[in-house]
């Protein structure tokens, strides 16, 4: 996109025009183009680095005017080219084919200016859909420069880790980056964090009117009395625990009616997953975004020296119980 970019701005600097007119329009094109792609460039690092989601007006504001941005440079890039073309036949009326070099160059790299906006618009369009663990309310949902498929890399990008019971479905509401579904849920067991009691947490995606939205790679939606094992992120914004939006952040325990049974819980505790989450998580790898911010919420390191030692200590016996696991790979 940048190349692309640049190269259409460098090309108008190459193409003379008898008419000062069109010298004037050319010249607040190239200026145009320019704060184009700025905006773009600007817009795309400030979704990518969290600054934007904490306040939603800012977000959305911030997504027309790189929606605006985009559609400036393929509309400029249309119009360029469009004008290089028209040099070029008017050259060869005029019998001018030697002087041809130019508008051809023109329009080639116009060319290249649209179909690199229009891929850089694909890319765009798709991570807001992908899974995006990104801050604690995510552009699309929570994507990360990370393979949340590891334990210590989902420790890391998480704020709390718990088993927790769907109790019901509290609503769906609207936001910048889509629908969130909102639930309340009972906190049966912390990994990472210290919740108790009734909380209320939330996962994007949801059905507004007859309309269902999902997110890809995410978990399929909750549902009531189902007990989950869950891998969540804080939002400041309203107060609840966003489900990070990748399959890996969600596991399935139960579906069963009523208050989980003491068998239960023993069952869900010797869970390999949740085993292999007690393991890492005093060799979490925590998120640099997290760090430059401060956002390190319930981090190993941060803990008091009692916790610490807990934490080590059911490190050490989910590690004793997963070498008794004969279908699993050891974790170093």
């Known amino acids: 996109m940048i190349i692309a970019g640049l190269a259409t701005i460098m090309c108008v600097d190459n193409i003379h025009f008898s008419m000062s007119a069109h010298k004037t329009f050319l010249h607040w094109c190239r200026i145009s183009l320019l704060l184009s792609i700025l905006l773009v460039i600007f817009v795309t690092f400030m979704n990518q680095t969290d600054r934007l989601d904490a306040v939603p007006p800012i977000a959305r504001f911030a997504d027309a005017v790189q929606g605006f941005a985009i559609i400036s440079i393929l509309f400029l890039g249309s119009l360029l080219f469009l004008l290089g073309f028209m040099q070029y036949v008017y050259r060869l009326i005029e019998n001018k084919k030697e002087n041809t070099a130019l508008p051809l160059q023109f329009m080639f790299f116009g060319v290249i200016s649209i179909v690199g906006m229009i891929l850089c618009w694909g890319i765009i369009g ?54 969130r579904t909102q639930y309340s849920l009972q906190v049966l067991h912390n990994i990472k964090g210290n919740l108790a009691g009734t909380i209320s947490i939330e996962q994007e995606g949801g059905t507004i009117g007859e309309m269902q939205y999902l997110i890809e790679d995410a978990f399929p939606p909750l549902t009531p009395d189902s007990t989950y094992l869950l891998a969540t992120r804080y939002n400041v914004l309203n107060g609840a625990y966003t489900v990070l939006a990748h399959k890996s952040a969600v596991k399935l325990l139960s579906i069963e009616h ?35 911010n401060n956002r390190t919420l319930n981090s190993f390191h941060s803990l008091p020296e009692d916790k610490k030692a807990e934490a080590l200590e059911r490190a050490r016996e989910a590690k004793v119980m997963l070498d008794q696991k004969p279908s699993h790979t050891e974790i170093q």
């Open 126 to 179: 798709y991570t807001n859909k992908s899974i995006s663990i990104q801050s604690s309310s995510g552009k699309g949902g929570i994507m990360l420069a990370v393979n949340p498929t590891q334990p210590h890399h989902l420790l890391g990008a998480s704020h709390n880790v718990f088993i927790g019971k769907v109790l019901a479905q509290s609503g769906v509401t609207d936001s910048a980056t889509g629908p």
């Open 258 to 292: 009523g208050m989980n049974s003491d068998a239960s819980m023993l069952q869900f505790m010797a869970d390999t997953h949740v085993l292999e989450l007690e393991f890492s998580y005093p060799n979490e790898v925590l998120l640099p975004a997290d760090l430059a």
